[in-house]
């Protein structure tokens, strides 16, 4: 639950879509902490698809997080809270919007905002990758904010995808190499989510593939501008697996003043 009062203290602000998108930025939200920021998290949707527990996913996020060193206190789960159901984000963007806007004026010293890319991977990513980007140009923090890769399906045939790499198109990369004892420690981490065995089935070989062949943290500026356009050419992931469509994705954001 959100608060009136303003906290006068370094922070790092992570938002996320679903409880586990914390896996791309596991290194940076112990960096942050190291430079002295107080790092907070929130996610967007309850985490619950198809009769999922909501509950349980907040749960291992919760624990995930803790043992990274976030104090129990900043992290929110407002999709929970607003009942927006995983899968559902472009059909809430007003609300989410709303309760980022809310939650961002708690804070008066933002040094980072950390948000998924805007890369085609799933809908709900997008959709909270364009709403934080228009928050943050309107609170003036727009230079601060860095988004993250998930997963996207970017020159990728039929239902394959691609796991924490990039897009060319969202800009220069800022690379950061991630020590060995802490790719061993993420991998233990990324095991922490047994509600989403069938879906870490298919994300773990590709992170393990990273950690051992790139190793790396990676994160890109962003624009507003950026976000009027498809992420990349091509058929989306998320239009792949017949989640979502572009055209619905931009309907939907241009009724938070994004122009087609």
């Given amino acids: 639950m959100l608060t009136e009062t303003t906290l006068v203290q370094p922070s790092a602000l992570f938002l996320f879509a679903h409880q586990d998108d914390e896996f791309g930025v596991f290194q940076k939200i112990i960096d942050e902490q190291r430079q002295g920021r107080r790092v907070v998290c929130a996610y967007l949707t309850d985490g619950a698809f198809e009769g999922e527990s909501s509950l349980r996913r907040n749960c291992e996020s919760f624990a995930v997080l803790t043992k990274l060193g976030v104090q129990e206190e900043d992290i929110f789960f407002a999709g929970h809270t607003l009942f927006i159901p995983d899968g559902s984000l472009p059909d809430h963007l007003k609300i989410a919007s709303e309760w980022i806007v809310n939650w961002l004026n708690r804070y008066s010293m933002v040094t980072a905002i950390y948000l998924p890319a805007w890369e085609g991977g799933h809908h709900d990513h997008d959709a909270l990758h364009a709403i934080g980007v228009i928050v943050a140009e309107e609170a003036g923090l727009i230079k601060v904010v860095r988004q993250f890769p998930l997963y996207n399906g970017y020159k990728c045939v039929g239902p394959l995808f691609r796991v924490l790499l990039p897009l060319p198109l969202n800009g220069d990369i800022e690379r950061k190499k991630i020590p060995w004892i802490n790719r061993l ?31 790396t943290q990676e994160l890109q500026t962003v624009s507003r501008e950026r976000i009027r356009y498809r992420p990349h050419s091509g058929p989306l992931y998320y239009e792949k697996r017949q989640f979502c469509t572009w055209e619905k994705m931009s309907y939907r954001l241009f009724d938070c003043g994004v122009p087609p």
């Fill in 185 to 215: 420690r993420f991998l233990r981490y990324c095991l922490s989510y047994p509600s989403q065995t069938t879906t870490w089935v298919g994300l773990f070989p590709f992170v393990l593939l990273h950690y051992v062949f790139y190793g």
